[in-house]
C-alpha cells in the first residue's frame, strides 16, 4: 500500500511559478513509477508529467513541456513538480499517482492516488 498526500498548491497570476510536492508513505515508493495528473471542472483527468522508479525515464504532456519539471527524491519519498510560466489553462485539481507499472500516460496505469491539490491562474 501507498498513501499520498498533495501540497503546494495554491493561485498565482499568468506567468507564475509553483512547486507541488506529494509525499508517498510505504517502504517501495522507490519502486514505483510516479506522476502528476489534473482535472479542471467539467473535464476529464489529463496526464501531465511521470518520471521512472530509477529517474531514468521522463515524459511530459505537449501542454507542459518546458514550462514544468518532475523530479523525485527516493531517499525523502517524494516527488515533486516544479511549474514555472503559468497560464490560466493550467487551472486544475493537481493529482499524484503512483503505479508499478512503469511510465504510462494513462489513468489506469496508476494503482495509487492522492487527494489532489487546487492550482489556480488568474488571468
Known amino acids: 500500500q501507498v498513501q499520498l498526500v498533495e501540497s503546494g498548491g495554491g493561485l498565482v497570476q499568468a506567468g507564475g511559478s509553483l512547486r507541488l510536492s506529494c509525499a508517498a508513505s510505504g517502504r517501495t515508493f522507490s519502486s514505483y513509477a ?24 521522463r515524459g511530459y504532456a505537449n501542454s507542459v513541456k518546458g514550462r514544468f519539471t518532475i523530479s523525485r527524491d527516493n531517499a525523502k519519498n517524494t516527488v515533486y513538480l516544479e511549474m514555472n510560466s503559468l497560464k490560466p489553462d493550467d487551472t486544475a485539481v493537481y493529482y499524484c499517482a503512483a503505479g508499478r507499472l512503469g511510465v504510462a500516460d ?18
Open 34 to 57: 510516479m506522476a502528476w495528473f489534473r482535472q479542471a471542472p467539467g473535464k476529464e483527468r489529463e496526464f501531465v508529467a511521470v518520471i521512472s522508479w530509477n529517474i531514468g525515464n
Open 106 to 123: 494513462t489513468v489506469t496505469g496508476y494503482d495509487y492516488w492522492g487527494q489532489g491539490t487546487q492550482v489556480t491562474v488568474s488571468s
